[in-house]
């Protein structure tokens, strides 16, 4: 296009609604171009390069729905956003499920509108990377195998929408990390980014903390206080673990998604607010909503589009390459040589299960680490937990003789994990240590075989007094 300008396709039946967003864009700078029907709109996407496209969804010859998968189809670098009836979220959520950019509802508000645009314009061409640079390993999805080439082309594609994001899958395959690309790779990523652990946040202080509350409104409010809403105003808000938000709070939660307004505790009036919802949990939302857990109407809400994040044991050929960058990134932190795996260690890792997933790989490395001698980690070191039940953890707690470790019973529920199982033993043995050297740190290491520095980390880490 010989015109430096960008240009907007506007399809609507309505001159009235026609005219008005031609002046609006006018005044954006924008140009724009027109088409009554879906059969016009085609013609014209057909003869020029459009920046943007807003259509109705009602039209004479079908609906704006056509005409959207019709250009993601056709034209997948084009954005198109969709202009629906007031209220009707129904055909809004259809919407975005067929790959819209966003919508905008009837009467159409100019300051909404020239967000949207704003918005929309700012997207650079799906560029979906198959290599990974040296430089982008700790905010890429790392692996080659085809479940994560698929997770990035997904998260390239959703990055390109404003439609809320599901994201599930088991505890420790990485959906904040999933979360975080979707908004780094959005017209979002100047904005920022809030994470919120929603079963982190006592019951009682919940209100305050998404919506925020004025000084005075209950004892001990002494001053002001931003909600995490208006934290994310322009950008995203990810709620994690949301299936643990009480009932009571879902309602709130709700509302304030559907009228993209909240209300301070104490406040008279609502604050508009503009964020993009993205949610995980490693539960079942589906099977909670059928036993009435979980409200379906915010289901139904934040789950437009759903991603589901592979587990590591779907993809095991990745294991190698995350191994690699772990040990890269706990030894740049420790100041210690990289160590190398030996055989048999790559061969347990390769057969083990990993209930944890990623975030176990990397707790049995850390912890591989500290215990290997001679910057080799044998299959021993991993300490991979072979046992199912309490007793045989406690022989194996037992067997560390050298220190006269003794287990205490343990009881397994269907929340054990292996991973803070094996946590609870080291944390015995690093205990048992400190111990027999009253405390002093340098003696402890020593009699451990570790560094002074890996054992100030495991001491951290594990959280011992």
């Given at each position: ?71 993601n189809n056709e034209f997948p670098q084009l ?39 704003n918005a929309a314009l700012k997207l650079a ?341």
């Open positions: 296009m010989s015109n430096d300008k960008q240009l907007i396709l506007i399809v609507d039946d309505e001159p009235d609604i026609r005219e008005l967003l031609e002046i609006t864009l006018a005044r954006m700078g924008k140009d724009t171009a027109s088409a009554k029907d879906i059969n016009q709109a085609k013609k014209r996407l057909a003869e020029q390069d459009y920046d943007l496209c807003l259509t109705d969804m009602r039209l004479p010859d079908g609906n704006g729905i056509e005409l959207v998968k019709y250009i954005p198109v956003a969709m202009i629906t009836a007031h209220g009707n979220m129904e055909t809004a959520i259809e919407a975005l499920k067929a790959g819209a950019f966003d919508f905008i509802s009837k009467p159409v508000e100019l300051k909404t509108l020239r967000h949207l645009i061409p799906p560029i979906i990377p198959d290599d990974q640079t040296e430089d982008e390993t700790e905010l890429e999805l790392l692996g080659s195998s085809k479940a994560m080439q698929s997770t990035r082309k997904t998260i390239a594609k959703l990055a390109r929408s404003q439609a809320p994001v599901y994201i599930s899958g088991e505890s420790g395959v990485g959906k904040e990390l999933v979360a975080r690309l979707i908004h780094n790779k959005g017209p979002r990523q100047e904005k920022p980014f809030v994470p919120v652990n929603c079963g982190a946040i006592p019951t009682e202080l919940m209100e305050s903390e998404f919506f925020g509350h004025q000084k005075g409104s209950f004892t001990g409010a002494l001053t002001d206080k931003q909600g995490l809403f208006n934290a994310a105003d322009g950008g995203t808000l990810f709620l994690d673990e949301v299936a643990d938000l009480p009932l009571q709070m879902q309602v709130k939660l709700l509302r304030a998604i559907q009228e993209k307004a909240v209300r301070p505790i104490g406040g008279n009036d609502e604050i508009p607010i503009n964020v993009r919802i993205l949610s995980a949990t490693h539960k079942n939302l589906a099977e909670l909503v059928a036993n009435n857990q979980f409200r379906q109407d915010l289901f139904y809400r934040i789950n437009v589009i759903e991603l589901n994040v592979p587990s590591l044991r779907e993809r095991k050929e990745d294991i190698p390459l995350l191994v690699e960058h772990f040990l890269k990134l706990i030894s740049t932190e420790w100041k210690v040589d990289i160590p190398h795996l030996s055989e048999d260690a790559n061969e347990a890792l390769a057969t083990y299960p990993f209930p944890g997933n990623v975030r176990e790989l990397e707790n049995i490395l850390e912890r591989a680490m500290t215990m290997c001698e001679h910057d080799e980690i044998t299959r021993n070191d991993l300490h991979l937990p072979e046992f199912q039940t309490s007793s045989e953890l406690n022989e194996i707690l037992e067997s560390t003789a050298d220190l006269d470790i003794r287990g205490s019973e343990l009881d397994l529920d269907e929340s054990f994990s292996l991973d803070p199982a094996m946590n609870i033993k080291e944390r015995e043995v690093i205990t048992k240590a400190l111990e027999k050297t009253r405390y002093n740190k340098t003696a402890a290491a020593k009699l451990l075989g570790i560094t002074f520095r890996q054992l100030r980390y495991r001491i951290k880490k594990l959280g011992i007094e």
